[in-house]
């Protein structure tokens, strides 16, 4: 049995040039919305961690409640996306 905590081992990228990669793609595109005054200066900019988080968060609970307490992932995704928008937005 596989636990996401043994990722590194099995050599599954976690933690490659890829993620790191998407992250600093990730914080450039805040940055550039701050600079542009589209998004306010605040410490969720320095966190690109924060706007995967619920994706991955998705699919744990797909994995684990998903029979019996159904994600409605497209409205998820939604919500996630008004709220990281009205914590950024000027």
Request: proline fraction near 6%; glycine fraction near 12%.
């Amino acid at each position: 049995m596989f636990h996401v905590g043994e990722g590194p081992s099995y050599g599954l990228g976690f933690g490659t040039d890829q993620n790191v990669g998407g992250l600093a793609v990730l914080r450039l595109i805040v940055w550039r919305g701050i600079a542009k005054g589209e998004f306010r200066a605040s410490p969720a900019a320095d966190f690109p961690h924060l706007l995967l988080a619920p994706c991955k968060l998705s699919v744990t609970w797909q994995l684990l409640f998903g029979e019996h307490h159904k994600l409605d992932v497209p409205r998820y995704a939604e919500a996630h996306v008004e709220f990281v928008l009205s914590a950024l937005r000027v």
